[in-house]
């Protein structure tokens, strides 16, 4: 299913993983919708998000998210 948010850009609903999460998926936080801006590869299988914003977040084999991806345009 897919939906438009602010700015018009139409985004698709999907569950995220560690290996599936990408730079530019937008990740509800707290309440906040936080851009993933770049990813780093941890220990273990972990990936560190980091935000627009500057925050950071540590995401492990067994954490699910969901977030708003934007389609790209073909």
Do not use: Y
């Not at 018009?8 to 993933?36: F, K, M, P, Y």
């Not at 560190?48 to 500057?54: A, K, V």
């Amino acid at each position: 299913m897919s939906e438009r948010v602010l700015g018009g850009a139409l985004v698709s609903n999907i569950e995220v993983t560690v290996t599936t999460v990408q730079r530019g998926d937008i990740i509800q936080l707290g309440g906040q919708a936080c851009r993933v801006m770049d990813l780093f590869q941890l220990p273990q299988g972990a990936k560190q998000l980091l935000f627009e914003s500057g925050e950071l977040l540590t995401i492990h084999t067994r954490t699910r998210l969901v977030a708003a991806r934007p389609l790209r345009r073909r």
